[in-house]
């Protein structure tokens, strides 16, 4: 590894498909930085050794995905505040000699959803489906952003009822509850998917009518419409989209922390979409 180029990669598991180097390689084209940004593959259990051996050889900041979220947490020597309430890691930022461990996956939601969507927020309906890690780091800047309430619904449902007790200090204004799949009705008009179902081509059990004039929101992204999408798009959805924005926006924000330069996304998620 050469001194003077800055070096960062994704580590995952798998990682063959990922996007990140695409993404930060326009970032870096497009902000003219001259840096390295590569894919590692990391064995289940040797997270921490390989974050370890990638710093001490001079890398600059990670981008963690599944399943080292978790590692990463625990590896960072310090935690940004939104990294702590999220209780997960995709960013590690090496400065002055110390790993920074951040959070930018719910910032990455809300700034699709704000500023490229522009779907209302503030004093709306938001039904989370979904109770696990990836509905963890977005549920503070969606309290943030002050609507009228977040219910979140998951199969198990004790899992949401923590998340409700766990966030409940930062919901202010906002009500926060949680519900069975089976109680739901029509009255949301922001629905986020925060399940892994779509993985699987598989769709919570909810009744379709709450799909109806709702915004629905997948934070899984496929090259078609994912199964919860074109669920939304048949009960009558006021408008769908998946998470390619979010991803895009979560590696913008990653970019931001290490560069401290903003990219432009618009025309990155449009060459990402188009080379799926
Ligand atoms: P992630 O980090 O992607 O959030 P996770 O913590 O394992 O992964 O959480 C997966 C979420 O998807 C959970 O809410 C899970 O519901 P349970 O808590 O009941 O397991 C949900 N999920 C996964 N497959 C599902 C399916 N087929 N139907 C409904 N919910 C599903």
Same mark, same amino acid.
């Given at each position: ?19 990140? !180097? ?21 064995? &289940? ?10 710093? #001490?050889?001079? /890398? ?5 995905? &599944? !399943? ?64 696990? /890690?990836? &509905? ?5 800047? $969606?309290?943030?952003?002050? !609507? ?6 998951? %199969? ?19 009500? $926060? ?58 009960? /009558?959805?006021?408008?769908?989209? #998946?998470?390619?924005?979010?991803? &895009? ?9 290490? %560069?401290?330069?903003? !990219? ?8 990402? %979409?188009?080379?799926?």
């Amino acid at each position: 590894m050469t001194k003077s180029m800055a070096s960062y990669a994704v580590f995952g598991n798998p990682v063959e498909h990922s996007k990140s !180097p695409d993404i930060h390689h326009q970032f870096a084209e497009q902000t003219q930085q001259t840096m390295r940004y590569q894919k590692q593959l990391v064995a &289940v259990d040797g997270f921490e050794m390989a974050a370890q051996k990638f710093f #001490d050889q001079g /890398g600059s900041g990670l981008n963690i995905t &599944v !399943p080292f979220k978790l590692d990463a947490y625990h590896f960072a020597a310090q935690l940004t505040e939104r990294a702590t309430t999220a209780g997960a890691v995709n960013t590690l930022i090496k400065k002055d000699d110390i790993i920074i461990g951040d959070n930018t996956d719910g910032c990455g939601l809300l700034r699709d959803i704000r500023d490229n969507l522009q779907w209302p927020l503030a004093q709306q309906n938001i039904l989370i489906l979904g109770a696990g /890690g990836a &509905v963890q780091g977005i549920l503070a800047p $969606l309290l943030a952003a002050k !609507p009228q309430s977040i219910t979140i619904a998951n %199969r198990t449902l004790k899992k949401a009822q923590t998340l409700v007790e766990q966030f409940q200090p930062l919901a202010d204004t906002v009500s $926060l509850s949680c519900l069975d799949y089976a109680a739901l009705d029509g009255q949301y008009t922001l629905i986020i998917n925060g399940t892994s179902a779509s993985l699987a081509g598989q769709l919570p059990a909810v009744n379709s009518l709450i799909y109806h004039q709702a915004y629905c929101y997948d934070m899984m992204y496929s090259q078609g419409a994912t199964a919860f999408l074109q669920q939304a798009n048949e009960y /009558g959805a006021q408008a769908t989209a #998946d998470g390619l924005g979010m991803l &895009v926006e979560q590696a913008a924000e990653s970019f931001y922390q290490w %560069r401290k330069l903003r !990219p432009t996304t618009e025309s990155v998620i449009a060459s990402i %979409r188009d080379a799926m």
